[in-house]
């Protein structure tokens, strides 16, 4: 089914519920509410859009994603690119329904976000093709005859993510109607029947591999074993409540299962009726709801922190901070991790900023040449790290 076909179930499915409600609704009504609904101005622009468009990830086969080269894990080296041909490429890409990335110049230096996500710097390998040195990531841009930017291709952890060129009233359409659902913590209707077939595959040991985008589809069968241990013992599920949308525009759920109690958070489903993000976590006790709105670190959390960021300059793991899994998990991703880190320099500062509402502390670097923001995770009975994450950081 292709997306526009897709747009047009759902505007009969809506409909179909408003008419059987006794709230009669015409047919062209349905579409525009939909489009709407997905950040388009009205139904022709998302048709024009969408006509336009190259295929999305979902529309690819699963087997030609897997098979992608893992193009980003590839040595890289800078071309010279002239800055203003760059501005071709300036502007927004749509990813998914509700996901966009900005393409920006300052000066000669360039740069995409994703949508909720920190500024990413990229360099050019060609004229049109650029990587990321922060991120393994590659991203490469698709010119038509007429020399115009048409959309983008993200190469990231072996999969291809398509994105296409949208105005940016586009953006500001969809930025609207988020902030709208926020505003009135709405949650998307469509997203708590595949979380509770979720759920019921967590329950049942099986992960709900079809209710996936395949990027999902595929950490999820890497971190299957992982996950069924963070679930293990929980139970039967006794109830699942809408909490709320959170500034990306995910849902919040707490789910109260037999013997605990675990807070989901579903993003944005794709053209598809696919889930592009799951998180699970252990729902926030009264205590840690304290901490969080008194924004106080774990005091113990700051010196192994230190530590892990003088192993990282070093060049090498600090496994005595660690719990086992974590352990394991960082001699396995250490070349990667190496990569992220690599040209940092020197660490000039060390401030903490939040507690995020996992319980994880977030604290930003300031090194020589870049800034990084570390969350780390609560300690455990031994005073090791459970979990630790390094992402740019947000200016």
Known sequence: ???????????????????????????????????????????????????AAPPSPTETPNDQIAQ??????????????????????VGFYQIGRLIFVAVTRLADRFFFQFTGQPEVEIYPESPNEFFAKVIGAKVVFSIDEEGATRGLVLHQNGLER???????????????????RISNNTPDPEREAPLRRNIEGLIKGQPTLDDMAPALAAVTNKQWP????????????????????????????????????IKFLIGPLDSERKIQGLVMYPAPDEALVGRIKANTPDPDREAPLRRNIDGLIKGQPVH???????????????????????GAGALRSLIFKRVDERGWDAYVAT????????????????????????RPALE
Not at 2 to 17: G, N, Q, V, W
Not at 18 to 42: C, R, T
Not at 320 to 342: C, E, H, R, V, Y
Request: net charge negative.
């Open 1 to 51: 089914m292709s997306p526009i076909d897709a747009l047009k179930s759902e505007a009969a499915a809506l409909r179909e519920r408003q008419n059987a409600a006794g709230l009669l609704l015409k047919h062209s009504d349905a579409l525009e509410i939909v489009a709407k609904k997905h950040g388009y101005s009205n139904w022709r622009a998302c048709c024009a859009i969408l006509a």
């Open 68 to 89: 992608t080269p893992a193009l980003a894990e590839e040595p890289r080296a800078s071309v010279p690119v002239d800055a203003q041909q760059f501005d071709r490429y």
């Open 162 to 180: 398509h994105g296409y060129k949208v105005d940016e009233s586009v953006v500001q359409a969809s930025r609207a109607a988020l902030a709208e």
């Open 226 to 261: 992982a996950i069924q241990k963070q679930f293990q013992g929980a139970g039967a599920l006794i109830s699942l409540v809408f909490e709320k949308v959170d500034d990306r525009g995910w849902d919040a759920y707490i789910a109260a299962f037999e013997n605990k109690v």
């Open 320 to 342: 005595d901070d660690m719990a086992p899994a974590l352990s394991a998990l960082a001699s396995t991703q250490w070349p990667a991790i190496q990569k992220q880190f690599q």
């Open 367 to 390: 090194f020589e040449n870049r800034r990084i923001e570390f969350l780390i995770a609560p300690l455990d009975s031994d005073k090791k790290v459970q979990g630790l994450l390094m």
